[in-house]
């Protein structure tokens, strides 16, 4: 099945391809190797503190925030 990009960059799958809902939601992946999309569709029960103890960047490593606010040099 070929499915195609419209002017605002969004696809649409028929349903015929995958029964969804509104407001399911997917993660995607681009493989460079394949020059392939991969869409996973993701659990609607996701527990997110969950998802954040698996990042795998420690937020100990994040830089520290600054206090002053942007300043331009012009």
């Known amino acids: 099945m070929v499915i195609t990009l419209d002017a605002k960059r969004r696809l649409t799958v028929p349903a015929s391809l ?3 809902r509104p407001g399911d939601v997917f993660e ?9 999309i991969v869409f996973r569709r993701l659990s609607r029960n996701t527990n997110w503190v969950a998802v954040l103890e698996d990042c795998p ?10 206090r002053e606010h942007f300043r331009s040099k012009l």
Request: charged share 40%.
């Open 18 to 20: 995958a029964p969804t």
């Open 57 to 66: 960047v420690p937020m100990d490593d994040l830089p520290p925030r600054r």
């Open 28 to 36: 995607a992946d681009f493989d460079p190797e394949e020059d392939a």
